[in-house]
């Protein structure tokens, strides 16, 4: 069945994210690829190997879940299943007067798809490395560092931990649900928090005597740690 695909106008602009917690490569699209995300015009602005980054005119709630769809393969429409990680609008207009949203999509289940689909833009000379996303990933992280040093926070209580939002609820309850039918992936996720921890959120999760750890740290890496650690054992208590 033919897609017919909605055209969209990007800029090239780069609007950094909420949170970068990103693992691996990321690739930026030199000219953005027209396509959609269920009904919403959008246009794939950068890829990485867990999902894509999106612009767009009409808002998209997160924890959407849908059809990715966008052209720029030769003839062939690329297609992914997905949901919306995080959102926001842009602080500044494009050229053409108007602020677009950029938004985080995870890619689920496809993971051979958008290798190959990076693969062939590359080749194609479409995408180039972003190399600076691991000096933004650095940076972002001791920035962390700094505030949580001002603020001299020696431990977090979950008991006390605000939230988290409807929002982050909903994808906590996706990523538990998801990761619960699928315990190999759930396994892997784990494993790349667990030895990735510092020893402050190591420390701290420890001493909550929190029930159900390995699957708190496998939502929460696998979240991309967009939700911070305390407020995903939060939504657990409260289940």
Not at 74 to 85: D, K, P, Q, Y
Not at 154 to 162: F, G, N, P, S, T
Not at 214 to 221: H, S, T
Request: net charge positive; aromatic share 6%; hydrophobic share 40%.
């Amino acid at each position: 069945m033919q897609l017919r695909m909605i055209r969209a106008r990007c800029t090239g602009n780069v609007m950094e994210p909420v949170t970068e917690s990103r693992h691996k490569e990321r690739y930026i699209a030199l000219q953005p690829f027209s396509g959609s995300f269920g009904s919403v015009a959008i246009c794939v602005c950068d890829m990485g190997d867990t999902g894509v980054q999106i612009e767009h005119s009409d808002p998209i709630r997160v924890a959407t879940k849908g059809r990715l769809a966008f052209s720029g393969v030769g003839t062939r429409i690329v297609e992914l299943r997905g949901i919306v990680m995080w959102s926001r609008l842009s602080a500044h207009p494009n050229a053409s007067g108007k602020f677009l949203y950029r938004t985080g999509v995870k890619v689920e289940d496809q993971d051979v798809v958008l290798a190959s689909t990076i693969q062939q833009l590359l080749s194609r000379g479409l995408l180039r490395r972003d190399d600076l996303a691991l000096e933004r990933k650095q940076n972002l992280l001791m920035a962390r560092d700094r505030d949580k040093a001002r603020m001299k926070i020696q431990k977090v209580a979950l008991q006390v931990i605000e939230g988290p939002t409807n929002d982050q609820l909903l994808l906590i309850q996706h990523a538990r649900d998801r990761l619960r039918s699928h315990p190999e992936e759930a396994l892997k996720w784990h494993n790349r928090a667990r030895y990735s921890l510092s020893a402050d959120e190591s420390r701290t999760f420890d001493e909550n005597g929190q029930g159900h750890k390995e699957d708190i740290l496998a939502v929460w890496e696998y979240l991309e740690r967009s939700i911070e650690l305390p407020a995903v054992a939060r939504a657990f208590i409260v289940k």
